[in-house]
């Protein structure tokens, strides 16, 4: 159903900008974001069952075999999709939300 081409290539470059990220003299703690939810089935070339069968379990994916946590930021607005005005892109909100999710996830609260 979906271009195998393209999970590829997005594993790869997410598989890269980890290890750029692990390698920094700051030596910071790496997670990956589950993405919010698409609002409408195709949005400016992101539809909703790409990011959900290809893009989230590549991320899912990826952090498990690097060994890091995920963020879960679909799940909080995925009954609020007011708070996606454009259909992918939080409002202030949205932002809100998301930013209390990492805090949580990041403080094991």
Do not use: Q, W
Request: charged share 30%; with cysteine.
């Amino acid at each position: 159903m979906f271009n195998t081409e393209f999970d590829k290539r997005f594993r790869e470059t997410l598989r890269e900008l980890v290890a750029h990220f692990r390698e920094l003299d700051s030596r910071p703690t790496v997670c990956l974001g589950i993405p919010v939810p698409v609002a409408l089935e195709r949005t400016r070339g992101i539809t909703a069952p790409k990011v959900r069968g290809v893009v989230t379990p590549a991320i899912a994916a990826v952090a498990r075999k690097e060994g890091l946590a995920t963020i879960d930021f679909y799940t909080p607005l995925a009954d609020r999709m007011e708070l996606l005005p454009d259909t992918f892109h939080p409002n202030a909100e949205g932002y809100r939300i998301m930013a209390e999710t990492a805090k949580r996830a990041i403080l094991g609260e």
